[in-house]
């Protein structure tokens, strides 16, 4: 899972002119390759493109969405895809998958990057898949592509049913030789009955598969606790290390202080921590200093001893007491 940065150079917001997005939905309208199933939402700048997917703009309650974002640079170029945590707007994020670098089809000196999320709501009604930023960096510059919001259509698994109790209007009585069929009003009965019952089996199973409720901290915790036992730990891998202490720590934040640590870079997070005071001014400094290193054994090539990688994951898990202790409030985490 990749993580924005806070050495970010500049930081370029993308919009397509609108003349430019008109002449390019006339020749997608001429070619008759418009999907009904998908909306597509498009950035564009001189040297990378990002484009977000979704597999289907109306779903029902729990049922999977796709999220496909798909980034074309320069070759040589890295891309960070933010980091969904487990929320993404009103969506569960159940599952994250992704392909780097891959040569484009049609020009030997791109390269494309695909992250795709998949999604799920229990909250019904029109819904969005909130903006996302992207981060492009080559060896000169660097720059950020963001993703527009994609309007969702959530519904009920009761919705868009037919109602059984429109009937046709009666005719007047006309006298025939054969006997009158025998009623099936029963049959509407039972089928009501047992529509009612699929749904309410719906709804349990929807709602049994929602996480486990705890505190954001004990959550935090026992993902140090895992970090500390892992297979990465023991080679003292610092990249991999880094990376994942990162994402505890960021989505801690996120849940525990309602911030939007995804569509944010490491610079915007902590500027908000400062002066958001959700804690205080050495705490905040502590988060940074954990970070500023992260990132250089990531980005920089940092080696870190074992000694240092334990030392920096018991520093992470001493602040999230810290912090933890004036709030008390819980959330739904794995």
């Known amino acids: ?179 009158q069929p025998a009623s099936r009003a029963w049959l509407w009965s039972v089928l009501v009955g047992l529509g009612g019952v699929v749904a309410a089996a719906l709804l349990y199973f929807a709602v049994a598969r929602r996480k486990t409720w705890m505190t954001p901290n004990v959550w935090a915790i026992r993902k140090l606790d895992q970090l500390r036992n892992s297979e990465a730990m023991k080679i003292s891998d610092s990249e991999i290390i880094t990376e994942n202490l990162t994402t505890i720590l960021r989505d801690y934040l996120e849940l525990q202080f309602d911030i939007a640590t995804p569509v944010q870079t490491t610079e915007e997070l902590l500027h908000n921590l400062e002066t958001g005071k959700y804690m205080s001014a050495a705490a905040t400094k502590e988060f940074s200093q954990l970070f500023e290193n992260s990132d250089l054994a990531r980005f920089a090539g940092l080696q870190l001893t074992h000694d240092e990688l334990t030392k920096a994951i018991d520093d992470a898990q001493r602040l999230i007491e810290q912090t933890s202790a004036a709030t008390t409030k819980t959330w739904k985490v794995c």
């Open 1 to 179: 899972m990749n993580i924005l940065t806070a050495q970010t150079v500049s930081q370029v917001r993308v919009r397509m002119p609108c003349s430019t997005a008109l002449i390019a939905l006339l020749c997608i309208a001429a070619t008759g390759e418009v999907n009904a199933d998908e909306v597509r939402r498009t950035a564009d700048s001189d040297r990378a493109i990002v484009t977000a997917k979704i597999s289907d703009s109306t779903v029902r309650v729990a049922e999977p969405l796709t999220l496909e974002l798909t980034v074309t640079a320069s070759a040589g170029s890295k891309v960070d895809f933010p980091s969904a945590g487990k929320l993404l707007g009103n969506f569960d994020v159940t599952d994250q998958t992704g392909r780097a670098d891959v040569p484009s089809a049609s020009d030997v000196n791109r390269r494309v990057w695909t992250y795709k999320l998949t999604l799920e709501s229990i909250v019904t009604g029109d819904v969005e898949i909130p903006s996302l930023e992207i981060q492009v960096r080559s060896d000169a510059s660097s720059q950020t592509l963001k993703t527009e919001t994609i309007p969702v259509r959530v519904v009920s698994v009761l919705e868009d049913r037919a109602d059984p109790t429109q009937f046709r209007d009666i005719q007047s009585v006309v006298d025939v030789t054969v006997p």
